[in-house]
């Protein structure tokens, strides 16, 4: 309990910093093993950075961190984006530490760039045995924060063709991770010119990445 008590402590110490400051903050990539492309979509978050200070008066540097899933640094960002195409394996010790950052206040956002399905499922299911993945209704708050997406998560790219799905973790009531699956948010993240997305397909991957960051500042 004290431990957890710990990490919550400073979780919402740098949330609040980050809201009532001028410190600044950065969004983190998740590097994992088992030979997925964990480094895929390099435009990403800087892009989405931008965006967040723009229209939400948030103060996040550009460059973004990248951060091992059992490194103890885990806990200095609020933010931390997972993608790939591919196989993930994480050890005991990164399972524990991953569950001990989301359980005292931290967010993982899982975005499925077209074949990671099956491996991330058995992963997080090592973190969390306890838990399934639901699908999130399209009321859920993380749809209606500064943007509205009354239809849920906006289809990016095709994929097999199947309407995108928002699938999420719950841990007593507050949502700790966030699977966008069918989708491809970050693909939509990335400068016009890697995968030459209309602009009004990569305004709203945008924003619906500013709705999960609007989320998590609302709900620390």
Not at 1 to 29: E, G, N, P
Not at 60 to 79: C, H, I, K, Q
Request: glycine residues 8%; contains cysteine.
């Amino acid at each position: 309990m004290k431990i957890r008590f710990l990490i919550f402590s400073v979780l919402s110490i740098v949330l609040m910093m980050a809201s009532h400051s001028k410190a600044q903050l950065r969004m983190a990539l998740l590097k994992y093993h088992g030979g997925g492309d964990w480094y895929a979509n390099p435009t990403s978050l800087p892009n989405l950075a931008d965006f967040c200070n723009e229209q939400l008066g948030t103060n996040f540097l550009r460059e973004n961190a990248t951060v091992e899933v059992g490194s103890a640094d885990l806990f200095n960002y609020p933010f931390v984006h997972m993608t790939g195409h591919g196989n993930v394996v994480f050890s005991d010790a990164e399972a524990e530490n991953l569950r001990k950052y989301l359980i005292g206040g931290g967010f993982l956002h899982i975005d499925d760039n077209y074949g990671m399905d099956p491996f991330i499922r058995v992963a997080m299911k090592k973190v969390f045995p306890e838990l399934e993945f639901i699908e999130l209704p399209f009321e859920h708050e993380i749809y209606h924060q500064k943007f509205n997406f009354p239809n849920g998560l906006p289809k990016i790219h095709k994929h097999d063709e199947k309407a995108p799905q928002g699938f999420g973790l719950l841990w007593e009531g507050r949502l700790i991770c966030f699977y966008t699956f069918e989708c491809d948010l970050g693909d939509g993240w990335e400068d016009q010119e890697v995968h030459k997305d209309p602009q009004e397909v990569r305004l709203k991957a945008l924003q619906m990445g500013a709705n999960m960051i609007s989320y998590i500042f609302k709900s620390s």
